[in-house]
């Protein structure tokens, strides 16, 4: 089955820096999709990056300057490096696969969410 396990959470002071990592198994990475979504108290899961097989990028515009999405195929890992981090990106952050975009009965993959904490 596919796996998505997150690490690197916790607890940080605004201003500093978290570096997240997410490592997948079940799937072959080299022509996934990946990103990182959170979700807030009382908000819906929103997209925070997103980085095809080929390293092209996309990121919310809150976080666009502060955060970088990376990829290790041979790994099988995605890394959120967050930097500058401000109390509003306080959330529960999932590593995504998006396998609906590469098979036809394929779909998203979740991992079990990972809390960050930015203290003002």
């Known amino acids: 089955q596919v796996q998505l396990v997150e690490s690197g959470g916790g607890l940080v002071q605004a201003g500093g820096s978290l570096r997240l990592s997410c490592t997948a198994s079940?799937?072959?990475?080299?022509?996934?999709?990946m990103g990182w979504y959170r979700q807030a108290p009382g908000k819906q899961r929103e997209l925070v990056a997103t980085?095809?097989?080929?390293?092209?990028?996309n990121y919310a515009d809150s976080v666009k300057g502060r955060f970088t999405i990376s990829r290790d195929n041979a790994k099988n890992t995605v890394v959120l490096q967050m930097n500058s981090v401000k109390p509003e990106d306080t959330a529960v952050y999932y590593c995504?696969?998006?396998?609906?975009?590469?098979?036809?009965?394929?779909?998203?993959?979740w991992g079990q969410g990972i809390q960050v904490t930015v203290s003002s």
């Open positions: 980085i095809t097989s080929g390293g092209v990028t």
């Open positions: 079940g799937i072959i990475s080299l022509i996934v999709p």
């Open positions: 995504n696969a998006d396998l609906s975009a590469v098979f036809t009965r394929g779909r998203n993959y």
